[in-house]
């Protein structure tokens, strides 16, 4: 990365940790109230919520960085073949804020030359945030955090959001794996990913993943001291095919890695 | 209930607040700590936290109700044919625990007769409390919550901790009921059964359970409007086989009995 491009990181980290704190508004004011629930197409929940903080988070970056593109979850992809792309989740994990859970969280990357390069995962209820950046240790409210070793499966906790997630070809293979692991939780959405930047999970493991529910781990979870690809080991930027591998250790990463092929 | 035994709940409600405070208090010195991890014969992880909780409640119990009877997950049965016996779970939810997951809770219910007449579930990190109790409204942070009405399994959202805690008969019924309602989540432990309570979720059907995990659940869902029973529609006690249903509408409760037979 050039210094030019430095000097644009850190700025973005800054208006990254905005953005999320204008989610965070909008939501806390939905979470645990009745909210009209829209049935998308692929009929999934999406609430007024998602929409709104979406729009506040897209009018910041619009407002600061005019020319980088933004893929968001709710209003589609704008520019995103830019050199600076941001992608969106306002709402990562809707089916537990719609059921009252609060591990959701507010998603936000920033991609340059494709590659994610910032990340921002926020829970706007328990005021939770992490933030990693290339070249930066990733911190939690603050203060750095890093993932914990284990390069054993048989002493790894595994988390995934539900085994539904999974193919025909790759359900069997998470089964085995979900088998030989000491421990493994389903639900806790994109909480899970940094309860493993904090060395409190050792993987997590999903499949139908979209980009904005993966881009923003990447510099997290890397920023941690772990690792984070698709199932062939490759860093996932837009065009994967969302099948996601995050791993505190990087042992247990190419283990994983391994048995997923 | 005579008025001498209504005299006892009164005090007992009490104290079963300030037993939830107390393993609150044991519990947050070592939430996210390292701790070491003891597996005890059925391979559970149990912390230090969980069994320095229970110590501290029985000590109260004991301290206010010597003759009552105790049952707690860690320090085992004593008199539980006692005419009252509180049944103790201090951190129901442990492998949430460990992985840094502030969804599990404290559950501390007290039976009369046999019958589960009080109820306290409490989750000490984001310091929410449901507590039930027979004849009363049950109360969220101290106001009222109420079930909501969801007779129709294509819209309600249905929980349950793991599939994998289904055995051969049971699990098939289970999936069938899943692939039929509009929602399903895993790994939400106790926390979903307060949710059921507050109008956010609709049922909760979970298997291969201990009287410590489900007795509190009855007076706290109860006094909201909904009901819990076994898969045979029976009150749960400390005889129950663990095959619990909850669910916030009695209409919605009555038709999965159905589909679990």
């Given at each position: 990365m050039?210094?030019?491009?430095?000097?644009?990181?850190?700025?973005?980290?800054?208006?990254?940790?905005?953005?999320?704190?204008?989610?965070g508004?909008?939501?806390?004011?939905?979470f645990?109230?009745?909210?009209?629930?829209i049935?998308?197409?692929?009929?999934?929940?999406?609430?007024?919520?998602?929409?709104e903080?979406?729009?506040?988070?897209?009018?910041?970056?619009?407002?600061?960085?005019?020319?980088?593109?933004?893929?968001?979850?709710?209003?589609g992809?704008?520019?995103?073949?830019?050199?600076?792309?941001?992608?969106?989740?306002?709402?990562?994990?809707?089916?537990?804020?719609?059921?009252?859970?609060?591990?959701?969280?507010?998603?936000v990357?920033?991609l340059?030359q494709?590659?994610?390069?910032?990340?921002?995962?926020?829970?706007?209820?328990?005021?939770?945030?992490?933030i990693?950046?290339?070249?930066?240790?990733?911190?939690?409210?603050?203060?750095?955090?890093?993932?914990r070793?284990c390069?054993?499966?048989?002493?790894?906790?595994?988390?995934?959001?539900?085994?539904?997630?999974?193919?025909?070809?790759?359900?069997p293979?998470?089964?085995?794996?979900?088998?030989?692991?000491?421990?493994?939780?389903?639900?806790?959405?994109?909480?899970?990913?940094?309860?493993?930047?904090?060395?409190?999970?050792d993987?997590?493991?999903?499949?139908?993943?979209?980009?904005?529910?993966y881009c923003?781990?990447?510099?997290?979870?890397?920023?941690?001291?772990?690792?984070?690809?698709?199932?062939?080991?490759?860093?996932?930027?837009?065009?994967?095919?969302?099948?996601?591998?995050?791993?505190?250790?990087?042992?247990?990463?190419?283990?994983?890695?391994?048995?997923?092929?």
């Open positions: 050039t210094n030019a491009s430095s000097a644009v990181l850190d700025t973005a980290a800054l208006l990254a940790a905005e953005l999320a704190d204008a989610a508004e909008v939501i806390r004011r939905y645990r109230q009745s909210v009209e629930i049935d998308k197409d692929d009929a999934s929940p999406v609430t007024i919520a998602d929409r903080a979406e729009t506040a988070m897209r009018r910041l970056i619009t407002r600061h960085f005019p020319e980088h593109g933004v893929l968001g979850e709710e209003h992809p704008d520019r995103i073949d830019a050199e600076w792309v941001w992608v969106l989740d306002p709402i990562d994990g809707t089916k537990s804020f719609i059921s009252g859970v609060p591990l959701f969280g507010t998603l990357a920033l340059h494709g590659r994610p390069v910032l990340g921002v995962l926020d829970q706007p209820i328990s005021r939770e945030r992490w990693g950046g290339q070249g930066r240790p990733t911190l939690f409210n603050g203060q750095p955090v890093r993932t070793a390069a054993d499966l048989a002493r790894a906790a595994i988390f995934s959001t539900t085994p539904a997630m999974f193919d025909a070809v790759d359900r293979r998470f089964d085995a794996i979900a088998d030989a692991a000491k421990l493994v939780r389903f639900g806790a959405d994109c909480y899970a990913y940094g309860l493993v930047a904090s060395g409190f999970v993987a997590v493991i999903e499949g139908s993943l979209k980009p904005y529910d923003a781990h990447v510099p997290i979870i890397e920023g941690a001291g772990g690792i984070v690809t698709d199932f062939q080991g490759r860093t996932p930027g837009l065009g994967s095919d969302g099948r996601i591998i995050a791993a505190g250790d990087p042992a247990l990463h190419a283990l994983l890695v391994e048995r997923l092929n």
